[in-house]
Protein backbone atom coordinates (compact mmCIF):
# COMPACT_ATOMS: atom_id res chain seq x y z
CA UNK A 1 0.00 0.00 0.00
CA UNK A 2 3.07 2.38 1.01
CA UNK A 3 4.74 1.16 -2.11
CA UNK A 4 1.54 2.16 -4.55
CA UNK A 5 0.65 5.22 -2.66
CA UNK A 6 5.04 6.37 -3.36
CA UNK A 7 4.47 5.73 -6.95
CA UNK A 8 1.78 7.39 -7.04
CA UNK A 9 2.74 10.56 -5.60
CA UNK A 10 5.63 10.59 -7.87
CA UNK A 11 3.81 9.86 -11.17
CA UNK A 12 1.38 13.35 -10.34
CA UNK A 13 4.80 14.66 -9.44
CA UNK A 14 5.56 14.34 -13.12
CA UNK A 15 2.15 14.97 -14.49
CA UNK A 16 2.58 18.51 -12.45
CA UNK A 17 5.81 19.27 -13.81
CA UNK A 18 4.40 18.53 -17.43
CA UNK A 19 1.22 20.34 -17.11
CA UNK A 20 3.26 23.33 -15.26
CA UNK A 21 5.73 23.65 -18.40
CA UNK A 22 2.51 23.89 -20.68
CA UNK A 23 0.73 26.33 -18.79
CA UNK A 24 2.87 28.67 -18.47
CA UNK A 25 4.25 28.43 -22.08
CA UNK A 26 0.17 29.02 -23.22
CA UNK A 27 0.06 32.16 -21.02
CA UNK A 28 2.66 33.76 -22.43
CA UNK A 29 1.50 32.78 -25.93
CA UNK A 30 -2.26 33.12 -25.27
CA UNK A 31 -2.22 35.52 -21.96
CA UNK A 32 -5.78 36.67 -22.60
CA UNK A 33 -7.08 32.67 -22.11
CA UNK A 34 -8.90 31.83 -18.58
CA UNK A 35 -7.86 29.86 -16.44
CA UNK A 36 -9.67 26.54 -17.80
CA UNK A 37 -8.83 27.66 -21.00
CA UNK A 38 -4.65 27.54 -20.09
CA UNK A 39 -5.18 23.99 -18.30
CA UNK A 40 -6.40 22.86 -21.23
CA UNK A 41 -3.72 23.89 -23.44
CA UNK A 42 -1.28 23.62 -21.10
CA UNK A 43 -1.51 19.64 -20.24
CA UNK A 44 -0.81 19.01 -24.36
CA UNK A 45 1.41 21.95 -24.92
CA UNK A 46 3.65 20.66 -21.73
CA UNK A 47 3.42 16.65 -23.62
CA UNK A 48 4.76 17.77 -26.64
CA UNK A 49 7.38 20.26 -25.04
CA UNK A 50 8.92 17.46 -22.83
CA UNK A 51 8.32 14.48 -25.62
CA UNK A 52 10.34 17.08 -28.18
CA UNK A 53 13.35 17.39 -25.44
CA UNK A 54 13.61 14.09 -24.92
CA UNK A 55 14.19 13.48 -28.26
CA UNK A 56 16.85 15.91 -28.47
CA UNK A 57 18.60 14.53 -25.79
CA UNK A 58 18.77 10.86 -27.80
CA UNK A 59 19.57 13.10 -30.80
CA UNK A 60 22.64 14.44 -29.07
CA UNK A 61 23.15 11.00 -27.56
CA UNK A 62 21.97 11.67 -24.13
CA UNK A 63 20.01 9.16 -21.93
CA UNK A 64 17.35 9.89 -20.11
CA UNK A 65 17.75 11.15 -16.52
CA UNK A 66 14.70 13.46 -14.49
CA UNK A 67 17.33 16.08 -13.73
CA UNK A 68 18.92 16.17 -17.28
CA UNK A 69 15.14 16.16 -18.75
CA UNK A 70 13.24 18.62 -16.33
CA UNK A 71 15.47 21.24 -15.08
CA UNK A 72 16.38 22.69 -18.53
CA UNK A 73 12.47 23.26 -19.25
CA UNK A 74 11.43 23.93 -15.46
CA UNK A 75 14.32 26.59 -16.20
CA UNK A 76 12.33 27.74 -19.43
CA UNK A 77 8.89 27.61 -17.60
CA UNK A 78 10.95 30.22 -14.76
CA UNK A 79 12.13 32.32 -17.24
CA UNK A 80 8.89 32.80 -19.34
CA UNK A 81 7.23 32.93 -15.94
CA UNK A 82 9.26 36.04 -14.91
CA UNK A 83 8.85 37.51 -18.95
CA UNK A 84 5.11 37.60 -18.23
CA UNK A 85 5.26 38.99 -14.68
CA UNK A 86 8.07 41.97 -15.95
CA UNK A 87 5.37 42.72 -19.00
CA UNK A 88 2.73 43.13 -16.80
CA UNK A 89 4.34 44.96 -14.15
CA UNK A 90 6.08 47.35 -17.37
CA UNK A 91 2.84 47.37 -19.65
CA UNK A 92 -0.46 46.48 -17.47
CA UNK A 93 -2.63 48.30 -20.20
CA UNK A 94 -1.32 45.89 -22.83
CA UNK A 95 -2.12 42.88 -20.61
CA UNK A 96 -5.47 41.81 -22.81
CA UNK A 97 -8.41 40.64 -20.42
CA UNK A 98 -9.48 37.24 -20.46
CA UNK A 99 -12.93 36.08 -21.44
CA UNK A 100 -15.27 37.24 -18.96
CA UNK A 101 -16.47 34.69 -16.85
CA UNK A 102 -20.16 34.62 -15.49
CA UNK A 103 -21.04 36.04 -12.52
CA UNK A 104 -23.94 34.06 -12.24
CA UNK A 105 -24.71 30.76 -10.24
CA UNK A 106 -24.81 27.48 -11.70
CA UNK A 107 -28.06 26.64 -12.60
CA UNK A 108 -29.95 22.75 -12.76
CA UNK A 109 -28.84 22.11 -16.15
CA UNK A 110 -25.07 22.73 -15.30
CA UNK A 111 -24.89 20.82 -12.73
CA UNK A 112 -26.74 17.98 -14.64
CA UNK A 113 -23.74 18.43 -17.67
CA UNK A 114 -20.93 18.58 -15.16
CA UNK A 115 -22.59 15.76 -13.38
CA UNK A 116 -22.56 13.60 -16.40
CA UNK A 117 -19.16 14.64 -17.14
CA UNK A 118 -17.97 13.81 -13.80
CA UNK A 119 -19.75 10.04 -14.53
CA UNK A 120 -18.04 9.86 -17.18
CA UNK A 121 -14.28 10.16 -15.57
CA UNK A 122 -15.58 7.95 -12.94
CA UNK A 123 -15.99 5.17 -14.72
CA UNK A 124 -13.23 6.11 -17.65
CA UNK A 125 -10.41 6.62 -14.57
CA UNK A 126 -10.88 2.66 -13.15
CA UNK A 127 -11.05 1.42 -16.45
CA UNK A 128 -8.01 3.07 -16.97
CA UNK A 129 -6.06 1.87 -13.92
CA UNK A 130 -7.37 -1.45 -13.31
CA UNK A 131 -6.39 -3.18 -16.74
CA UNK A 132 -3.10 -3.40 -18.20
CA UNK A 133 -2.36 -2.07 -22.06
CA UNK A 134 -4.27 -4.62 -23.61
CA UNK A 135 -5.17 -2.86 -27.24
CA UNK A 136 -3.22 -4.46 -30.23
CA UNK A 137 -1.54 -1.18 -31.68
CA UNK A 138 -0.90 -0.75 -27.63
CA UNK A 139 1.00 -3.55 -27.07
CA UNK A 140 2.82 -4.01 -30.40
CA UNK A 141 3.68 -0.74 -30.97
CA UNK A 142 3.06 2.42 -28.71
CA UNK A 143 3.44 0.41 -25.47
CA UNK A 144 5.82 -1.51 -26.69
CA UNK A 145 8.38 1.24 -28.03
CA UNK A 146 7.92 2.94 -24.31
CA UNK A 147 8.94 -0.15 -22.58
CA UNK A 148 11.98 -0.31 -24.70
CA UNK A 149 12.96 3.68 -24.44
CA UNK A 150 12.45 3.19 -20.76
CA UNK A 151 14.93 0.25 -20.25
CA UNK A 152 16.98 1.53 -22.81
CA UNK A 153 17.38 5.15 -21.93
CA UNK A 154 16.68 6.43 -25.11
CA UNK A 155 15.11 6.14 -28.32
CA UNK A 156 16.64 3.47 -29.60
CA UNK A 157 14.50 1.37 -32.03
CA UNK A 158 17.65 -1.17 -32.75
CA UNK A 159 16.86 -5.00 -32.98
CA UNK A 160 12.94 -4.46 -33.86
CA UNK A 161 10.19 -3.53 -35.97
CA UNK A 162 7.47 -2.09 -34.81
CA UNK A 163 6.25 0.49 -37.13
CA UNK A 164 9.97 2.16 -36.49
CA UNK A 165 9.30 5.18 -38.84
CA UNK A 166 5.85 6.29 -36.75
CA UNK A 167 5.60 9.30 -34.44
CA UNK A 168 6.67 8.83 -30.65
CA UNK A 169 4.96 11.62 -28.75
CA UNK A 170 2.86 8.79 -26.98
CA UNK A 171 5.76 6.56 -26.58
CA UNK A 172 8.04 9.11 -24.80
CA UNK A 173 5.36 10.32 -22.66
CA UNK A 174 4.70 6.96 -21.25
CA UNK A 175 8.34 6.91 -21.12
CA UNK A 176 9.00 10.29 -19.27
CA UNK A 177 6.37 8.90 -16.18
CA UNK A 178 7.68 5.61 -16.09
CA UNK A 179 10.90 7.48 -15.49
CA UNK A 180 9.40 9.39 -12.59
CA UNK A 181 7.88 6.09 -11.48
CA UNK A 182 11.17 4.75 -11.85
CA UNK A 183 9.44 1.26 -13.08
CA UNK A 184 7.50 0.43 -15.71
CA UNK A 185 3.71 0.02 -14.63
CA UNK A 186 1.26 -0.48 -16.74
CA UNK A 187 -1.53 0.30 -14.32
CA UNK A 188 -0.50 3.62 -13.42
CA UNK A 189 0.67 4.82 -16.49
CA UNK A 190 -2.25 4.99 -18.24
CA UNK A 191 -3.83 7.21 -15.73
CA UNK A 192 -2.64 10.57 -18.61
CA UNK A 193 -5.29 9.42 -20.80
CA UNK A 194 -8.47 10.48 -19.02
CA UNK A 195 -6.52 12.91 -17.75
CA UNK A 196 -5.46 14.44 -21.30
CA UNK A 197 -9.25 13.37 -22.12
CA UNK A 198 -10.16 16.27 -19.37
CA UNK A 199 -7.85 18.70 -21.27
CA UNK A 200 -9.77 17.84 -24.20
CA UNK A 201 -13.29 18.72 -22.90
CA UNK A 202 -11.85 21.79 -21.05
CA UNK A 203 -10.42 23.54 -24.43
CA UNK A 204 -13.80 22.51 -26.47
CA UNK A 205 -15.65 23.68 -24.00
CA UNK A 206 -13.34 27.40 -23.91
CA UNK A 207 -13.98 27.33 -27.73
CA UNK A 208 -17.45 26.71 -27.64
CA UNK A 209 -17.80 29.99 -25.09
CA UNK A 210 -15.88 31.94 -27.71
CA UNK A 211 -18.21 31.26 -30.59
CA UNK A 212 -20.51 33.06 -28.54
CA UNK A 213 -22.45 30.18 -26.63
CA UNK A 214 -24.08 30.72 -22.66
CA UNK A 215 -22.07 28.43 -19.68
CA UNK A 216 -24.51 25.97 -19.80
CA UNK A 217 -25.13 25.66 -23.76
CA UNK A 218 -21.24 25.48 -23.77
CA UNK A 219 -21.45 22.64 -21.18
CA UNK A 220 -24.03 20.94 -22.85
CA UNK A 221 -22.51 20.77 -26.03
CA UNK A 222 -19.10 19.41 -24.04
CA UNK A 223 -21.26 16.97 -22.62
CA UNK A 224 -22.86 15.85 -25.55
CA UNK A 225 -19.66 15.46 -27.04
CA UNK A 226 -18.37 13.31 -24.59
CA UNK A 227 -21.11 11.29 -24.20
CA UNK A 228 -22.07 10.46 -27.83
CA UNK A 229 -20.60 6.59 -28.76
CA UNK A 230 -18.08 4.77 -27.29
CA UNK A 231 -15.14 6.02 -30.10
CA UNK A 232 -13.91 8.90 -27.57
CA UNK A 233 -14.93 6.79 -23.90
CA UNK A 234 -12.48 3.94 -25.52
CA UNK A 235 -9.84 6.52 -26.45
CA UNK A 236 -9.96 7.43 -22.88
CA UNK A 237 -8.23 4.66 -21.29
CA UNK A 238 -6.37 2.86 -24.24
CA UNK A 239 -2.61 3.26 -24.63
CA UNK A 240 -2.99 4.98 -28.24
CA UNK A 241 -2.21 7.96 -29.77
CA UNK A 242 -5.48 8.64 -31.62
CA UNK A 243 -6.70 10.87 -28.68
CA UNK A 244 -3.44 12.78 -28.53
CA UNK A 245 -3.83 13.69 -32.70
CA UNK A 246 -7.46 14.32 -32.06
CA UNK A 247 -6.56 16.84 -29.19
CA UNK A 248 -3.83 18.78 -31.09
CA UNK A 249 -6.43 18.42 -34.11
CA UNK A 250 -9.23 20.40 -31.94
CA UNK A 251 -6.22 23.08 -31.20
CA UNK A 252 -5.23 23.24 -34.62
CA UNK A 253 -8.63 23.61 -36.33
CA UNK A 254 -10.20 25.44 -33.50
CA UNK A 255 -7.51 28.19 -32.69
CA UNK A 256 -7.39 28.76 -36.66
CA UNK A 257 -11.34 29.38 -36.89
CA UNK A 258 -11.58 31.49 -34.03
CA UNK A 259 -8.50 33.55 -35.63
CA UNK A 260 -10.95 33.49 -38.75
CA UNK A 261 -13.97 34.62 -37.20
CA UNK A 262 -11.49 37.37 -34.98
CA UNK A 263 -13.14 35.78 -31.71
CA UNK A 264 -9.27 34.36 -30.65
CA UNK A 265 -7.26 36.43 -28.15
CA UNK A 266 -4.18 37.99 -28.84
CA UNK A 267 -1.45 35.36 -29.77
CA UNK A 268 -3.29 32.74 -30.66
CA UNK A 269 -1.57 32.31 -33.95
CA UNK A 270 1.80 31.14 -32.17
CA UNK A 271 -0.14 29.31 -29.92
CA UNK A 272 -2.36 27.18 -32.53
CA UNK A 273 1.30 26.55 -34.06
CA UNK A 274 2.55 24.42 -31.34
CA UNK A 275 -0.84 22.43 -31.92
CA UNK A 276 0.81 22.04 -35.21
CA UNK A 277 3.48 20.72 -34.19
CA UNK A 278 1.76 18.09 -32.07
CA UNK A 279 0.02 17.18 -35.36
CA UNK A 280 3.06 15.10 -36.94
CA UNK A 281 4.62 14.06 -33.83
CA UNK A 282 1.57 12.56 -32.62
CA UNK A 283 0.71 9.84 -35.48
CA UNK A 284 1.84 9.52 -38.82
CA UNK A 285 -1.50 11.04 -40.63
CA UNK A 286 -1.09 14.73 -38.23
CA UNK A 287 1.19 16.02 -41.67
CA UNK A 288 -1.62 15.42 -44.10
CA UNK A 289 -4.46 16.29 -41.87
CA UNK A 290 -2.41 19.82 -40.97
CA UNK A 291 -1.83 20.79 -44.99
CA UNK A 292 -5.86 20.10 -44.91
CA UNK A 293 -6.14 23.29 -42.53
CA UNK A 294 -4.09 25.02 -43.95
CA UNK A 295 -5.36 24.77 -47.32
CA UNK A 296 -9.12 25.08 -46.06
CA UNK A 297 -8.09 28.39 -44.24
CA UNK A 298 -6.07 30.03 -47.35
CA UNK A 299 -9.38 28.79 -49.71
CA UNK A 300 -11.63 30.65 -47.03
CA UNK A 301 -9.53 33.35 -46.89
CA UNK A 302 -9.38 33.80 -50.56
CA UNK A 303 -13.34 33.41 -50.94
CA UNK A 304 -14.20 35.78 -48.50
CA UNK A 305 -11.32 38.31 -49.45
CA UNK A 306 -11.40 40.25 -45.82
CA UNK A 307 -9.45 43.68 -45.46
CA UNK A 308 -5.75 43.16 -45.24
CA UNK A 309 -6.25 39.27 -46.65
CA UNK A 310 -1.95 39.33 -48.20
CA UNK A 311 -1.11 39.73 -44.46
CA UNK A 312 -3.40 37.11 -43.15
CA UNK A 313 -2.50 34.62 -45.75
CA UNK A 314 1.02 36.04 -44.41
CA UNK A 315 0.33 35.29 -40.78
CA UNK A 316 -0.51 31.79 -41.85
CA UNK A 317 3.33 30.95 -41.64
CA UNK A 318 3.08 30.59 -38.06
CA UNK A 319 1.00 27.35 -38.74
CA UNK A 320 3.15 26.23 -41.18
CA UNK A 321 6.51 26.95 -38.82
CA UNK A 322 4.42 24.93 -35.95
CA UNK A 323 4.11 21.87 -38.66
CA UNK A 324 7.58 21.96 -39.59
CA UNK A 325 8.69 22.08 -35.63
CA UNK A 326 6.94 18.58 -35.27
CA UNK A 327 7.62 17.21 -38.37
CA UNK A 328 11.58 17.66 -39.08
CA UNK A 329 13.24 16.94 -35.75
CA UNK A 330 11.74 13.30 -36.02
CA UNK A 331 12.53 13.23 -39.64
CA UNK A 332 16.04 14.05 -39.74
CA UNK A 333 16.77 12.09 -36.32
CA UNK A 334 15.32 8.80 -38.58
CA UNK A 335 17.31 9.65 -41.55
CA UNK A 336 20.13 9.85 -39.25
CA UNK A 337 19.77 6.55 -37.83
CA UNK A 338 18.89 5.07 -40.90
CA UNK A 339 15.15 4.41 -40.21
CA UNK A 340 13.26 4.07 -43.20
CA UNK A 341 10.11 5.71 -43.83
CA UNK A 342 7.86 2.42 -44.23
CA UNK A 343 5.91 2.26 -47.91
CA UNK A 344 3.47 -0.28 -46.62
CA UNK A 345 1.02 2.48 -46.60
CA UNK A 346 0.73 2.97 -50.47
CA UNK A 347 1.19 0.58 -52.76
CA UNK A 348 -1.16 1.02 -55.45
CA UNK A 349 -4.62 2.28 -55.70
CA UNK A 350 -7.01 0.24 -55.90
CA UNK A 351 -11.13 1.04 -56.79
CA UNK A 352 -12.52 -2.13 -55.66
CA UNK A 353 -11.23 -1.13 -51.93
CA UNK A 354 -12.49 2.66 -52.28
CA UNK A 355 -15.81 1.18 -53.37
CA UNK A 356 -15.74 -0.30 -50.36
CA UNK A 357 -15.18 1.97 -48.45
CA UNK A 358 -17.86 4.54 -49.66
CA UNK A 359 -20.42 2.59 -47.40
CA UNK A 360 -18.47 1.70 -44.97
CA UNK A 361 -17.83 5.52 -44.34
CA UNK A 362 -21.27 6.71 -44.64
CA UNK A 363 -22.45 3.86 -42.38
CA UNK A 364 -19.94 4.66 -39.48
CA UNK A 365 -21.30 8.49 -39.38
CA UNK A 366 -24.83 6.95 -38.82
CA UNK A 367 -23.57 4.25 -36.73
CA UNK A 368 -25.12 5.43 -32.78
CA UNK A 369 -22.45 2.80 -31.40
CA UNK A 370 -19.15 4.61 -32.58
CA UNK A 371 -20.56 8.52 -32.18
CA UNK A 372 -24.03 8.54 -31.00
CA UNK A 373 -25.92 11.25 -33.35
CA UNK A 374 -22.37 13.14 -33.73
CA UNK A 375 -22.47 13.21 -37.16
CA UNK A 376 -25.94 13.36 -38.37
CA UNK A 377 -26.02 16.37 -35.90
CA UNK A 378 -23.19 18.21 -37.32
CA UNK A 379 -25.03 17.84 -41.11
CA UNK A 380 -28.23 19.28 -39.92
CA UNK A 381 -26.63 22.09 -38.05
CA UNK A 382 -24.51 22.65 -41.85
CA UNK A 383 -27.54 22.77 -43.68
CA UNK A 384 -29.48 24.92 -40.52
CA UNK A 385 -26.04 27.52 -41.44
CA UNK A 386 -27.36 27.20 -44.94
CA UNK A 387 -26.03 30.65 -47.14
CA UNK A 388 -23.53 31.74 -44.24
CA UNK A 389 -21.20 28.55 -45.01
CA UNK A 390 -20.46 30.52 -48.22
CA UNK A 391 -20.40 34.04 -46.51
CA UNK A 392 -18.87 33.57 -43.32
CA UNK A 393 -15.32 31.49 -41.71
CA UNK A 394 -17.75 28.37 -41.18
CA UNK A 395 -16.92 27.21 -45.05
CA UNK A 396 -13.09 26.84 -43.48
CA UNK A 397 -14.85 24.00 -41.04
CA UNK A 398 -17.19 22.53 -44.31
CA UNK A 399 -14.08 22.10 -46.27
CA UNK A 400 -12.29 20.99 -43.55
CA UNK A 401 -14.23 18.14 -43.25
CA UNK A 402 -15.37 17.69 -46.69
CA UNK A 403 -11.05 17.72 -47.78
CA UNK A 404 -10.73 15.05 -44.81
CA UNK A 405 -13.55 12.66 -45.87
CA UNK A 406 -11.77 12.39 -49.16
CA UNK A 407 -8.46 12.24 -47.92
CA UNK A 408 -9.82 8.91 -45.94
CA UNK A 409 -11.18 7.19 -48.73
CA UNK A 410 -7.94 7.91 -50.80
CA UNK A 411 -6.34 6.76 -47.91
CA UNK A 412 -8.69 3.64 -48.25
CA UNK A 413 -8.04 3.26 -51.99
CA UNK A 414 -3.90 2.81 -51.84
CA UNK A 415 -4.31 1.21 -48.52
CA UNK A 416 -2.00 -2.58 -48.96
CA UNK A 417 -4.25 -5.35 -47.74
CA UNK A 418 -5.56 -8.22 -49.25
CA UNK A 419 -9.19 -8.49 -50.79
CA UNK A 420 -9.66 -11.28 -47.73
CA UNK A 421 -8.45 -8.78 -45.06
CA UNK A 422 -9.66 -5.22 -46.28
CA UNK A 423 -13.16 -5.34 -44.26
CA UNK A 424 -11.06 -6.13 -41.44
CA UNK A 425 -8.73 -3.12 -41.88
CA UNK A 426 -11.32 -0.97 -42.35
CA UNK A 427 -13.30 -2.23 -38.82
CA UNK A 428 -10.05 -1.29 -37.09
CA UNK A 429 -9.36 1.59 -38.24
CA UNK A 430 -12.18 4.13 -39.82
CA UNK A 431 -14.04 4.75 -35.73
CA UNK A 432 -10.17 6.27 -35.52
CA UNK A 433 -9.51 8.45 -38.64
CA UNK A 434 -13.70 9.84 -37.45
CA UNK A 435 -12.94 10.52 -34.16
CA UNK A 436 -9.52 12.50 -35.33
CA UNK A 437 -12.21 15.11 -37.52
CA UNK A 438 -14.94 15.31 -34.38
CA UNK A 439 -13.59 18.37 -32.81
CA UNK A 440 -14.32 20.09 -35.87
CA UNK A 441 -17.47 18.14 -36.13
CA UNK A 442 -18.39 19.88 -32.06
CA UNK A 443 -17.48 23.27 -33.85
CA UNK A 444 -19.99 23.16 -36.55
CA UNK A 445 -22.72 21.69 -34.16
CA UNK A 446 -21.81 25.19 -31.95
CA UNK A 447 -22.41 27.26 -34.99
CA UNK A 448 -25.91 25.70 -35.66
CA UNK A 449 -26.61 26.35 -32.28
CA UNK A 450 -26.37 29.82 -32.51
CA UNK A 451 -27.87 29.77 -35.76
CA UNK A 452 -30.61 28.28 -34.18
CA UNK A 453 -30.86 30.25 -31.01
CA UNK A 454 -30.47 33.67 -33.55
CA UNK A 455 -27.84 34.50 -31.02
CA UNK A 456 -25.48 37.97 -32.05
CA UNK A 457 -23.66 36.56 -35.02
CA UNK A 458 -19.95 38.57 -33.66
CA UNK A 459 -18.17 35.60 -32.70
CA UNK A 460 -18.45 34.27 -36.47
CA UNK A 461 -19.15 37.34 -38.01
CA UNK A 462 -18.26 37.98 -41.86
CA UNK A 463 -15.11 38.66 -42.04
CA UNK A 464 -15.93 42.13 -43.82
CA UNK A 465 -16.59 43.14 -40.75
CA UNK A 466 -15.31 46.01 -39.01
CA UNK A 467 -13.11 45.32 -36.39
Known sequence: ???????LMRLTLGLTGMLAVGYVLATWLAPGFTRLERVGA???????????????????????????????????AGGLLLVIKLGRR???????????????????????FI?????????????ALMYPVWA??????????ARVFFLRGAVDLSGFEAHNYYPNLVPLLVTYLSLWMG??????????????????????????????????LALGLTTFFALNGITFTTHLHIVYADLA????????????????????????????????????????????MAGTILLAAALTLLWLRPPRLARRLALLAWPVGGLLLGYLPWRLFATSHGIETGSDHILGFYLTQLLQALPALLIALINPTLFGILWPTTA????????????????????????????????????????????????????????????????????GVNELLLREPSPAADLHSPT
Open 136 to 145: WDAIAMWGFK
Open 380 to 447: LALVYCGKKIFTTPILFLALFLAGNFLAILLAYAVAPTSPSEFHLYLRGTLDRLLLHLAPAAALVIGE
Open 245 to 288: LTYFALGAVGLVYLWLTEAAPPGVLPLAALFFAGLPWSKFEGSP
Open 42 to 76: GFGLGALVVTLWMLALSSLRLYFSLPLIMVPLLAL
Open 115 to 127: GLLVALFLFVVPR
Open 183 to 216: EINDLLVKIVFPLWGGAFLMLLFGMLRRLGLGRT
Open 1 to 7: MIEATLL
Open 90 to 112: GHPEATPMPLPITPAPYGLWDLV
